[in-house]
């Protein structure tokens, strides 16, 4: 995907986001490598998947408050995931 294009579908992806959620900007990283996008409150694991899909995302960060996880958008498959502790 083009860099533009990117930036493109990132501002619909706001847009969306903004009019139906509390959001904030955020920045995510996995090892190496590193975007922007979006903390979004409020929102189940299946409807964050669906937006994620809608706008090409290849993966999105969900928190449930137990866990975080790096989940594929795609597959709709947990990559990776840490447990909180305690």
């Known amino acids: 995907m083009q860099r533009e294009e990117n930036r ?4 619909k992806l706001y847009s969306d986001l903004y009019s139906d959620y509390e959001i904030l900007d955020a920045r995510g990283c996995l ?3 590193c975007e922007e996008g979006y903390l ?7 409807d964050a ?10 993966s999105i960060f969900y928190n449930s408050g ?3 996880s790096y989940i594929s958008c795609e597959e709709k498959n947990v990559v990776v995931e840490k447990k909180r502790k305690g």
């Open 49 to 58: 998947i669906d937006i994620g899909r809608k706008y090409s995302q290849y």
């Open 66 to 68: 137990y866990t975080l």
């Open 31 to 33: 090892e190496e490598h």
């Open 40 to 46: 979004v409150y409020d929102i189940t694991l299946e």
């Open 8 to 11: 493109l579908l990132n501002q």
